[in-house]
């Protein structure tokens, strides 16, 4: 049975690079909040955690098994070079990229789309206090269930 979801990511860094988050918003596709990932990442560029929120929901996905996936965050660098739009020249960032590859290609269908930064603010709200999170340390907050 297919099932679709949306992904909503954002990154956070305090000094790029500086004490970094990422999170993360997992949708189904009604809108419904499934969960929301916050995760530590120690040092890292805003670039990197961008990448790392958008990794974790894709993982958070195919864990909970969805095989459509629709993604959507403010980072056009993120956005157009998983697009293949743009290169990938930073050696980080080339792993990040190359992770992100490997699980969009587990989908059945994955789209990604670039949106103004005011209308990614719950998973930019989840970056900004996942860099408070040890290095490596994940946080996942359940959605609220629906009773119709």
């Keep these: 049975m297919d099932k679709h979801c949306i992904i909503e990511f954002d990154g956070a860094s305090k000094g790029n690079p500086g004490r970094a988050g990422s999170g993360a918003v997992l949708r189904d596709s009604d809108g419904t909040v499934i969960a929301s990932y916050r995760e530590g990442l120690g040092t890292a560029t805003s670039n990197q955690a961008e990448y790392r929120a958008l990794n974790r929901g894709l993982e958070a996905a195919r864990e909970k098994g969805y095989t459509h996936v629709k993604a959507y965050g403010d980072s056009e660098l993120v956005v157009k070079q998983t697009r293949g739009e743009w290169q990938v020249r930073h050696p980080r960032m080339a792993e ?14 994955f789209d990604i789309t670039h949106v103004p930064r005011e209308y990614n603010s719950e998973a930019d709200s989840h970056a900004n206090s996942a860099t408070y999170l040890q290095d490596g340390q994940v946080q996942e907050i359940p959605g609220k269930k629906s009773y119709y």
């Excluded at 992770?99 to 059945?108: A, P």
């Design 96 to 109: 990040q990229w190359k992770q992100t590859n490997e699980l969009k290609n587990q989908f059945k269908s």
